[in-house]
């Protein structure tokens, strides 16, 4: 075991893993963060805390990781080269490790043009693979970046994530053999609406022999209406919605019964992905939803979660 993490450990035993997503508040305000815990504990594996997710000034992750481990739940800290350089993020993990905090997600960050400060100075003094590299030199060899040993262990396990939709379409296994060779130890990729496109990119990772060096847990989103289903699929770099999902969720009409039919399509992916070879788990993206995540799991055969010592 490389961290002792819950996640680590239910991967390791080839159980199929579940992860979630929890959006920290746009301010201070803990009984949002307390909210959310209590709607996805026991529900999944580990809790996906995102960073400044969209550019967006939220709590910070780490504060948040924190709140989680004082009561008991995994989270995966997510940080992003968007806002840090190698000093501040070294720092950052090292304030995380020591406050208990197992899992890292290493994101490059979305472009701050997206989000609520767009005249902001971006970092990017690493990207993700470097920023991949750098933690697993720092738990496994003890050293930062510099070479200067570091005072404690930082034991993370870390993840990466991968967009199989992206162009140019044979780069993407390509560049997921680089987080592999930069010592990942699980992805979560973008979410799943073009399944062919999917199994077509597993087909390739399995033949290149990456998902028996890494653990992939395949990304989906429940819809909440056809009309976000067309905004993901119009504006969402790296994501097409096809025509037929499109369809299905107009179908549904609006409110309660689109957002049931979201969450039934999103249940059907899973079992779906469940099926793909190489596929270890799944990670839920119920945006700002995390109401969501309990009737998906359920409905896809994920519950109980198992107990792994």
Known sequence: MKSGSNLERVLASGAFAVTAELGPPKGTDLEVVRRKMETLKGICDAINVTDNQTAIVRLSSAATCTVLCQAGLEPVMQMTCRDRNRLAIQADLFGAAALGVRNLLCLTGDHQVFGNHPQAKNVYDLDSIQLIRMVQRMRDEGVLEGGEEIEGPVPLFVGGAANPF?????????RLAKKVAAGVDFIQTQCIFDMPRFKEWMR????????????????????????????????????????????????????????????????????????????????????????AVEPIAEAAGLLPRPIIE
């Open 166 to 174: 992206g162009d140019p379409f044979e780069m993407r296994v390509i």
């Open 204 to 291: 390739r990772v399995v033949d290149m022999g990456l998902h028996e060096k890494v653990h992939i847990l395949a990304g989906v989103m429940p819809l909440k209406s056809a009309g976000a289903a067309r905004f993901i699929d119009r504006n969402v770099a790296g994501i097409s919605v096809p025509a037929p999902i499109i369809q299905r969720m107009s179908g549904a009409g609006r409110g309660k019964k689109a957002r049931d039919e979201g969450m039934r399509l999103c249940a059907e992916t899973i079992q779906e992905v469940r099926e793909i070879p190489g596929v270890a788990g799944v990670h839920i993206m119920a945006v700002e939803w995390e109401e």
